[in-house]
């Protein structure tokens, strides 16, 4: 019953995630909102992982950790550098990629 | 007599130089990489990394010869007291010291590389390390100002590298991989002053002539795998490139002897190439265009040994595959006969000193070879051990002499005469060798040239005794007249203070590129000497050493003083004693030589004679050897004293004389001029070899590829273009207009129609884009639940 909990708590936070990059206009926030959807994805493994008794899934997890670290570091270093050339983050007014 | 107690069991003793004796080429391999690398930024040019490994190497040979000798002393001890006197028809066998490593696989064969200790190569390891250091240590002061001075270290050192990996070879693709490494070193050496035409041509004349050679190398070697391997895996399980699998393999009496012929006769063409043997000789002399010091080492005393230690080497192979054991004349001794005296007849016509001295290795190595077709093996082993110290001197003398005497001339005749009294210490080094190379008696050269005549004849081959025997008055003859052209007489040219001017010394001197060295012999005028004078010391003090060793080396197997003196017979020559067959193979602290029993009756005849039976294996022939004595010995010592006398006289007439009978007398006589002009043109075989086998070769070749080139290539080349522009004016209008065309036009329409129909989801919003994953997300996940329920 635990890892049903363990999944429930996931798949509630992978929706919170969902619902902050859909809605959210402020860039930081979409970061943000991501990085709750990969670590629901983690808690996923880990509950799979001590369910089976095998450590696939926490080396998976200790992967997925190392690439969100660097995935927030590129993500905040384009953030910044928006900012410096726009003096805004809001999603909605970077739409030069419209076809 | 029990079988408990015939079987010795012999404990060998072993060592740490012995075990690891693969280390020594290793270290001139390892100073050749770091003088490649940083050899210029050394203060000694990268030479203090050659001499000192050369050294080092020494040094472990050294190491590992006396633990050797503490081996077979060892074995032979233990072997007489273990086993009832006289039971033992030969010496007991000493198991060589083999280990292999894999060194590459490939379609289920594997290339082994590792080391093969026995009397032989530790022979060969000493000689080699020890000259090389000599040498290199001559070279510090006669190639000082050299512009590629480091450059020469790096080979000097690449090619002992290479001579020591070839010597100490358990299996034949080592010794190739050695072989072909002094071929390339030798090359470079030779043509160290490349800027002369003459010396580039020289240098791949060497290269290509010994490559023929090389050929029956490979062949030999093909050969001798394809048809040895599966006796050998099956019986020692060790491939057929191993030597000692070979060796037995070849006694054993399994052998096939047409595989066994055609192989043998295929190394032996690469021994040709190598050893300077009739009639691919004619490399050799030209090779004398290298720097002194190289042809010091390796055109005199190692490299081109290399063919003579192959044949001793494999020697059970020749020996069966050659049937040397019979007295019928076989390809060897034939060669080694033709070369000992066609070359000894040239060097009396040659001008340059150096050429002189290569003649005349050429027909010391014919000796070697006749030795060795001839059944006496040790002799010739040893005529290499001894022939390789006086003639190192005689190079290293010479070019003492251009160095400081002739104003870098090698020219006998134009620029030396009466040196003797301003180099002392040169001259008397010489003709300390000159007559150890001529066989006088206590010296070095009597012990094993005379040997070898001996042996031959002893063994059957009368007629090639007596060539043996005019080999050696010519031999006194020549080398006669040289020192009688080099150190007596008047002073010529140089050697009389005359200086060329720098145009001349060129044009004089032209295969010699003597002008690099010229930069160190303007340092002389400093002090307003340009005449001849004594050499420094690192010229001089290797000279003495080598002329010491001429002098006393010949007594390390002194057959005449009794057998308590042949030390090379004890400690050199293999045993052919039938061995278990593990007990070869095996290595490593605490091998134990089973020596079987020798049961009475067929097993006294020994190898060779009667094939060994199941579970023995034989190493080496039954070698038998003449007994000495002084009556055949006092022959060859008259026959060398005439040769030195008459020539001596014949000098003293001829050069300073000048007696009106004997100058001219080729432009007189028929006779004479017909062989002064045959030996002049060197026997045509140039002549023959560029004029009429290139040629044949290369020019009907040449031709038929022009008109192949003309008539077939441009024909099919022209046709080709007919057709291809007809073939393209078609594919023009029909299908680049119409097919492609209408292809391109087509996707581009289709492609910007959906591109429109596409456009409104690209919004430039990411949280579009984010909702339209998610979405796409989701779905994909309904699907595989619906999928898997």
Known sequence: MLTAQFLLLGAVLFCIGVYGVLARKNAVMVLMSIELILNSVNLNLLAFSVRHGSVDGNTFALYIIAIAAAEVGVGLAMVLLIYRNRRTIALDDLSEMKG | MLAAEATAEIHASTGWFLENAWVIPIIPAVAFVLIIFFGKKMPMKGSEFGVASMLASLVLAVGAAWQWIQRVDGVSHAAHSAVEEGAHHAAPFVGPIIREWTWWQSGGFEFGIGQHIDGLALTLLVVVAFISSLVQIYSLEYLRGDRRYTHFFAALTLFSAGMLCMVLAPNMVQLILGWEIMGLCSFMLIGHWWEEEANSRAALKAFFTVRVGDMGLLIGTGILFFSANNWTQANLGVSGFNISGLSAWAMSGDASQSALTWGAVALFVACIGKSGQFPLHTWLPD??????????????????????????????????????????????????????????????????????????????????????????????????????????????????????????????????????????????????????????????????????????????????????????????????????????????????????????????????????????????????????????????????????????????????????????????????????????????????????????????????????????????????????????????????????????????????????RLVGLTERNTVLRGGYKLLWNKYYLDALYEKVIVRAVAYPIARAAYWFNQNVLDGIVNAAGKISRRVAGWVYRNIDQRVVDGAVNGSGAAARGTGGALRPVQSGKVNQYGALLFAAAAIGALILVIINT
Request: negative net charge; contains cysteine.
């Open chain 2, 287 to 660: 090779a004398m265009a290298g720097p002194t010091p190289v042809s010091s080492l390796l055109h005199s005393s190692t490299m081109v040994v290399a063919g003579v230690f192959l044949v001793g080497r494999l020697y059970p192979v020749f020996w069966e595959g050659m049937k040397i054991g019979d007295t019928n004349i076989n390809f060897i001794v034939l060669i080694g006969g033709i070369t000992i005296v066609i070359a000894a007849l040239l060097a009396f016509v040659q001008h340059d000193i150096k050429k002189v001295l290569a003649y005349s290795t050429v027909s010391q190595l014919g000796y070697m070879m006749l030795g060795l077709g001839a059944g006496a093996w040790l002799p010739a082993i040893f005529h290499i051990f001894t022939h390789a110290f006086f003639k190192a001197c005689l190079f290293l003398a010479a070019g003492s002499v251009s160095h400081s005497g002739s104003h870098h001339s090698f020219d006998m005749k134009k620029d030396m005469g009466g040196l003797a009294k301003k180099m002392p210490i040169t001259a008397t080094t010489w003709i300390i060798s000159t007559l150890a190379l001529a066989g006088v008696f206590p010296l070095a050269g009597f012990f094993s040239k005379d040997e070898i005549i001996d042996n031959v004849g002893h063994n059957g081959y009368t007629a090639f005794m007596i060539v043996g025997l005019s080999g050696a008055f010519l031999t006194a003859a020549y080398m006669t007249r040289a020192t009688y052209l080099t150190f007596f007489g008047e002073a010529r040219g140089a050697a009389a203070g005359e200086h060329h001017d720098e145009h001349d010394a060129h044009a004089a001197h032209v295969d010699h590129g003597a002008h690099d060295t010229h930069g160190a012999h303007d340092a002389h005028g400093d002090h307003g000497d340009h005449g001849p004078h004594e050499s420094p010391k690192l010229i001089t003090i290797p000279l003495i050493i080598l002329a010491a060793l001429a002098l006393v080396a010949g007594l390390a197997n002194a057959t005449p003083f009794g057998s308590n003196w042949e030390n090379f017979k004890k400690y050199v020559e293999p045993s052919s004693e039938y061995v278990m067959v593990e007990s070869a193979v095996a290595s490593g602290p605490g091998e134990s030589i089973v020596v079987p029993a020798a049961e009475e009756g067929a097993k006294k005849e020994g190898c060779a004679v009667v094939a060994p039976e199941e579970g023995m294996a034989c190493y080496f022939p039954t070698v038998s050897h003449a007994k000495f004595k002084w009556s055949k010995a006092a022959l060859s010592l008259f026959i060398v004293a005439v040769g030195l006398v008459s020539s001596w006289l014949f000098c003293v007439q001829y050069y300073t004389r000048r007696n009106r």
